[in-house]
């Protein structure tokens, strides 16, 4: 079958094609990105600016041409915080459905978590035992925790490196206030997370996905992207932390001059990489392996999982 997960997220638009059937790994056939940073058109209100709208719009036009074009066997489009938590989100919702005919599903932050959570244990198998999930969006953070392939917790919190940086860090580099601000916010905001996940058992393994995830773990001195069946990616907090306060002395144009970071996420590297490091000292996690797998491999994995027995061949 040919499938397609369009993601429309805070800090891009994915649409990710692959070829798949139950029982077999997904194998990707075809991968579009083009940039949205969404949380630069947010209004003090929470809505989405005007400008912010048909900005959106463009984009999903564009992408509704090129779907036409795929011959696809089932479209999954997908919506994630940017647009769950705007103002006028239902009514943008509405407009992209009239004019494109693409009707997103606005996933929850437990949702998110949960997909993402199966994602990553299908990438590391069962022999990785407890899993605790990492996942840094451009709107929330995702965390999840358990022995089988559904999570026993789930949460999201509005933790995103996209939002983050619109909220504290003004300066091209930040200054150091604002980075200290920033880290205030995270340290006060993890607790109660830390608690319910505290009352659990603790994890054989942690796992991180996302493209912070990816990009700090590149920085950090890994030499692959992890996007191979034998590859293994490791984030160790202690490099992590060199290099967060070099990057933040760097403006946002020469960040993407290293190794996995791209220009279009170069501005919200910094936020990510405080979120990753507070996230990894509140949990007491000294490193993490690192999931090419994610959200989107998610959603393809849930759907053949639903399909019938038939479709199983």
């Known amino acids: 079958m040919r499938l397609g997960v369009l993601d429309v997220g805070s800090n891009t638009i994915h649409l990710l094609v692959v070829n798949a059937r139950p029982g077999a790994m997904p194998v990707p056939e075809a991968s579009k990105k083009s940039t949205m940073r969404l949380m630069k058109y947010l209004e003090p209100d929470g809505s989405i600016s005007s400008e912010g709208v048909e900005h959106i719009m463009s984009k999903l036009h ?3 041409a090129l779907i ?34 693409i009707e997103l599903q606005v ?17 590391f198998g069962w022999s990785a035992g407890r899993i605790t999930l990492v996942d840094i969006g451009g709107g929330s953070l995702e965390l999840a925790t358990g022995t089988n392939e559904l999570p026993e917790l789930a949460m999201s919190l509005p933790l995103g490196a996209g939002r983050l940086t619109k909220r504290f860090l003004f300066g091209d580099p930040p200054t150091d206030g604002e980075i200290k601000k920033l880290r205030q916010h995270v340290r006060r905001t993890l607790p109660a997370a830390v608690e319910k996940f505290g009352s659990l058992p603790n994890a054989d393994q942690f796992v991180g996905s996302s493209k912070t995830v990816r990009s700090w773990a590149r920085l950090a001195g890994a030499v692959t992207d992890g996007v191979g069946p034998a590859d293994r990616v490791r984030l160790r907090k202690k490099q992590l932390d ?15 001059a290293l190794p996995g970071v791209t220009k279009d996420r170069s501005y919200q590297i910094v936020a990510g990489g405080i979120v990753l490091s507070e996230v990894m000292d509140a949990f007491g996690i000294d490193e993490m392996d690192v999931s090419p797998w994610a959200m989107r491999e998610g959603v393809l994995l849930d759907y053949l999982d639903r399909l019938p027995r038939e479709h199983h061949k």
């Open 62 to 64: 564009a992408a509704a």
């Open 68 to 101: 036409e074009d795929l011959n696809l066997d089932e479209l999954m489009p997908m919506a994630t915080s940017a647009i769950r938590e705007a103002k006028n989100g239902q009514k943008l919702l509405n407009r992209i459905r009239q004019e494109t005919g």
């Open 242 to 256: 060199d290099w967060v306060p070099r990057l933040a002395e760097m403006p946002a144009a020469s960040r993407s």
């Open 107 to 123: 996933m929850s932050g437990e949702e998110e978590a949960s997909v993402t959570f199966l994602a990553a244990r299908r990438w």
